[in-house]
């Protein structure tokens, strides 16, 4: 039985600014339905790697597969037209620290925004996928409301919303919850949870120890640019192998299970 491949495949992938390299020949496989979560210090290329992801940051060198789409870099790769750049977005959505909520336009608006003007999905089709992605996020109630009004823990949930009605294959999540107030990180995160139950295809830039153990399959730890040790979440975070990964996660305090 042939095994399925996986839904992203990044294969030695590096970017430089000029001569600075902020990530070093960097590998890694996420199966279709599997949850990665990136950990690190500050500055050691996490963010970096998940905008290579989508190709907000265009590598120096190496490839990027999603599903069925390449993407090469290098010297002697040819720069990506328009289209197939926004073809290879379309696969995936993504969450950042801001919310990035449109302020003239209601939530509902900000969800049905994407399928209307991108996918020109007829408005009634698109304000009843809106509805239905808000309920499943626990924004419904809020449909006609504006963004100005709502928490920040809710102005991210709709943007999660709004990320899924484009319906990627891939959902990347930028430090979703770094922004918040402790007190509203647990419903954005309850998100994530069940995206990743339901079998969304993630990977998350995160500090949140806990969620990253119980929810990913494999834990990322990168520093300066490499990745230093990846594994099963659990091992990674409970029995880090590398002295570097125990150094950070020294810092955490991870309640047990």
Partial sequence: MSQQPPMIQITNLSKAYGKNTVLHDISLDVPQGG????????????????????????????????DSQVMEFGPRSQRPGGARLAGFRAETGMVFQSFNLFPNMTVIENVMAGPLYVK???????????????????????????????????????AIARALAMQP????????????????????????????????????????????????DTVVFMSGGYVVEKGPAHDVIENPQEDRTKEFLRHFHVGRN
């Fill in 35 to 66: 949850s990665v979560a990136l950990i690190g210090p500050s500055g050691s290329g996490k963010s970096t790697l998940l905008r290579c992801i989508n190709l907000l940051e265009e590598p120096s060198a190496g490839s990027i597969r999603v």
């Fill in 120 to 158: 020109h999905v007829p408005r009634d089709a698109a304000r009843a996928q809106a509805l239905e992605l808000l309920d499943r996020v626990g924004m419904a109630h809020k449909a006609d409301v504006s963004p100005s009004n709502l928490s920040g823990g809710q102005k991210q949930r709709v």
């Fill in 169 to 216: 294959k891939v959902m990347l999540f930028d430090e979703a919850t770094s922004a918040l107030d402790p007190q509203l990180v647990g419903e954005v995160l309850g998100v994530m949870r069940d995206l990743a139950a339901a079998g969304m295809t993630m990977v998350v830039v995160t500090h949140e120890m806990a969620f990253a153990r119980d929810v990913a």
